[in-house]
Each structure stands twice: as C-alpha cells, then as structure tokens.
C-alpha cells in the first residue's frame, strides 16, 4: 500500500473520531467489566469442577 495514501487515510480516521460522552463512556466500561467478569467466572468454575473431581480420588 501507497504509504502517502495511509497517512491520509490515518488523518481521516482522526478527523472523523469524536470523543465519547460520559454516559457512552460508562456503558463501554460496564460493558467490558461485565465481560471480564464473565470470564473470570467460567474460569473459576472450570477450575473448582476439576479441583473437586481430582480431590475426590
């Protein structure tokens, strides 16, 4: 790709990108905690299943 040509595209991108509001802001975090939540908790699942399967032998 035409390196001139990605610059430009790049400043376009900025250009177009506005900065969230708060409210926006806080819905993309709730969001994103909530998912890593999520996982966390099918981790600890897994590994507590398989720690009680291996104790009990």
Known sequence: ????QTLKNMANTMKM???PDRD???Q?????????LGVGAIG???QF????ITFGR
């Open 49 to 52: 299943v398989f720690s009680v």
């Open 24 to 26: 926006e802001y806080s």
């Open 17 to 19: 990108a506005k900065k």
């Open 1 to 4: 790709m035409n390196p001139k």
């Open 44 to 46: 600890f699942t897994i």
């Open 28 to 36: 993309h975090l709730r969001l994103v905690l909530l998912g890593i």
